[in-house]
């Protein structure tokens, strides 16, 4: 089974994405929300049917775990009603994905995070997600300013509500970012990998999981700059005095396989541990055109996985058995299906 | 001859950085600038020879090209007049280093960049340090608000004087924050790898060497994320509609070595052609320990390459022939000793 641990909802029907547009507009002008609009199943459909599920079945995976389009988070505008009211349309979106293809689909929410607010709407979004959704997981905004990168870091005690709700619940946090709205950093191609970076070397400093000892979080694309500067990381933590990598952070830590061609795919299946890399693609996402070199789509990391040298069991483990074991919700779920 | 293109004086004499903490005294009180204290060749020398001679001489390189420390460069502290008067201070030391050794280093020169200031006095200043003090290349923050990100990006016509300068006086940039001081960002975890990722995105979504066609920058840190992601930002530049890479930034932009272990070293010869790439260690550094896996310094990058599966050929051009293109000024001075 291949389990693609990194989809966002980047196609949804359009009339979502204008209300969105709306609102906004009616934020500025100081009038209340219009009328969330009419979706009906047939326009949910089409828009899967024409473009993930497309590509699922051409690439071959079986399950994608499927969130909100990040770049649409946007938790730096508006304020926190703003912010909780898109959250709730966005993550009901995917509800709907999950219930018309549920072969196919499993939910991870997107929380209503907004600077200067503190958690409580967040956790409260996190358990209607979970409990009441059935989703498996959650997306973390480590700078919710939007490029501004004015919040705390993700070990300051600003976060530990919500690392105590998502214990109890037992279900991980992606740590992914939104949109920019600081001009120099664009956000698929810097904004995300900056991020990445910066939220594992934010834990290199901290001890969070002493704290937290089963807190997970997954770091997508690859983890930033992160397994291709390993040697810097654990270098830096031994100046740091900090424990090893591996007993410090690789408990909790984990890095999809968003690196869109084979050679970094090679680097992470060789300095990252098997155990710590879960099968991501974030299709359809921020890179969509085709390789010229190889005549494939860059973000069919499948095929890097396929092609990378590592042996069976480690590819399954990839594809299935770590996210499985990341995610106990999904692999509760799917048990209970019999698969 | 093998050419180290990345080493700051991490160990100039403690007088300077004493003076230094004192005139960011004085100006936050409001007073003039303390007498700058004498440092005698004896200190000068002391530090050099006990500190980056002694690992020069240990490791085989030859030559270092030589700047002010990267960290204390501290743009973001003061103002205009304050980061003047620090540079030339800095700037000064790196000139007594190479008139006390000769054969081992030549300078490079850090900037009285400034928030909020034009760049009337960083061209001056790098007009002294070239035509004056005979250094060969400039170091320029594209963030002097010291991880605030507060300033315009590298492809605004805000910095065309320097970039005109630059190309008259036929001079590189290495393109180099200072520290951070924004808490997310950890400055050698995370502030260094986020700025050399976020100037190369900043490259592919401008036209800057179509107004600058014989401009050139290092993006130090082998390139931050970006050689790992290099299939990512393939892509990206492909939807941004912007040419090739290879022709769009690869004839104006090299990235250097200091990628502190071997797998990381082995994608970025696989991936970057040779001729982009320039030996560097930034030794006495961030990384300054001893990896525990290979029992030698994480930053002792001429070992990486000496491994790395390539050609004697490609080898000599990272260590020398590459570095001697980038840098004619410093090729000049080698011939004109007969090197």
Redesign the interface.
Known sequence: MIIDCHGHYTTVPEPHNQWRVDQLAAFKAGLPSPAYPEISDAEVIASIEGNQLKLIKERGSDLTIFSPRASHMGHHEGDQAVSLEWTVRCNNMIKRVVDLFPEYFVGVAQLPQSPGADLTASIAELERAVNELGFIGVNLN??PSG?Q?Q???LTDKYWYPLYEKMVELDVPAMIHVSASC?????A???HY??AD??AF??L??GDLFKDFPTLRFIIP??G??V??????????A??LKQPSLDTHLMNNVFFDTC???Q??I??LV??IDNKNILFGSEMIG????I?P?TGHY??DTKRYIDAAKISQSERESIFEGNVRKVFPRLDAQLEARGL
């Open positions: 480590p700078d490029g990168w919040t705390l870091p600081n001009v120099n950093f664009h698929t191609g810097a990998m900056n970076t910066t070397m934010q290199i400093q694309h690859g930033g700059a397994p291709y500067h390993w040697g810097r990381y654990r270098g830096l031994d100046m690196v869109y061609h050679p970094g090679d680097l060789e300095v921020a890179v969509r055109g390789d070199q860059f973000d």
